[in-house]
C-alpha cells in the first residue's frame, strides 16, 4: 500500500532555515501536504502543492516536489520558536474519496 | 472562519465500554472522515463518509466501529466495546467535495480506555 516517509526529529536555531523532507510512494497522488501539529492540537493545514507544479512559496515556507524521485520538502525561513511542532507529510490517495495517507511526522525543536 | 468542532476533547472510559465520539462537520461540506493518532505514531486514516453512507474505510475499522450522521449536521464515531489499544487521539475532518484541496481537522478527542 501507500507508504510516506519522513525523518522522525530536526533541531534548528533561531533565524535559520529548517527543511523538513518526506518521501512517499503514490505516483497517483493529485495533492501533497504538510500538516502543523502543536502539543496537544489538531492538525493545522500550512501548506499544499499539485502534483504537477515542482515548487511553490508561501510567506516563509517553500515547497519542493520531486515527483521522479517521490521526494517533498517543506522549507521554512527564518525559523522562529514557535514554529517548533510536529510537520506532517501527506498525500491523497486517488481514489475519489481523497482519503489522506500522513508520513510518521517530523519534530521540529528551534532553540532560541 | 468555519472550523470543525469535536466533543468531548479528552474522554476516558472502562475497557469494553461504549463510547461515542462527535464531530460538528463544517456545514456546506460533502465529505466526511475519522482519522486516529496512537500516541507516538503516526495519523492513520480509519473511514470515510459520504452521501449517507461509508465510502472507504481501513482495515482497523472492524465491526466494533461504526459511523452516523444522525441529523444533518453531527458526524458520530461509535466504539462498541473499547479495548485498550483503541486508546488514541481521533480526528475528525470534513471537505466541501471531491475536487476540493484542503480536508478541515478538528481538534481531536483524546481516548483514554482502562
Known amino acids: 500500500g501507500e507508504d510516506v516517509e519522513q525523518s522522525l526529529f530536526l533541531s534548528v536555531r533561531e533565524g535559520d532555515s529548517s527543511v523538513i523532507n518526506c518521501t512517499y510512494t503514490d505516483s497517483s497522488s493529485t495533492y501533497l501536504y504538510w500538516y502543523k501539529q502543536e502539543p496537544g492540537a489538531g492538525l493545522q493545514l500550512l501548506t499544499y502543492?499539485?502534483?504537477?507544479?515542482d515548487m511553490k512559496q508561501d510567506q516563509r515556507l517553500t515547497v519542493l516536489l520531486n515527483k521522479k524521485d517521490k521526494h517533498l520538502s517543506l522549507r521554512i525561513a527564518d525559523t522562529q520558536t514557535g514554529d517548533s511542532a510536529i510537520y506532517f507529510c501527506a498525500e491523497n490517495e486517488n481514489t475519489g474519496f481523497q482519503k489522506l495517507v500522513f508520513g510518521t511526522g517530523t519534530r521540529l525543536l528551534v532553540s532560541p | 472562519e468555519p472550523e470543525v468542532t469535536q466533543t468531548p476533547s479528552h474522554q476516558v472510559t472502562q475497557m469494553g465500554q461504549e463510547v461515542i465520539l462527535r464531530c460538528v462537520p463544517i456545514s456546506n461540506h460533502l465529505y466526511f472522515y475519522w482519522y486516529r493518532q496512537i500516541l507516538g505514531q503516526k495519523v492513520e486514516f480509519l473511514v470515510s463518509f459520504y452521501n449517507n453512507e461509508i465510502s472507504e474505510k481501513s482495515e482497523i475499522f472492524d465491526d466494533q466501529f461504526s459511523v452516523e450522521r444522525p441529523d444533518g449536521s453531527n458526524f458520530t464515531l461509535k466504539i462498541r466495546s473499547t479495548k485498550l489499544e483503541d486508546s488514541a487521539m481521533y480526528f475528525c475532518?470534513?471537505?466541501?467535495?471531491?475536487?476540493?484541496?484542503?480536508?478541515?481537522f478538528g481538534q481531536g478527542t483524546r481516548l483514554t480506555v482502562v
Open positions: 475532518a470534513s471537505m466541501a467535495g471531491h475536487l476540493n484541496t484542503e480536508a478541515f
Open positions: 502543492i499539485f502534483s504537477n507544479m
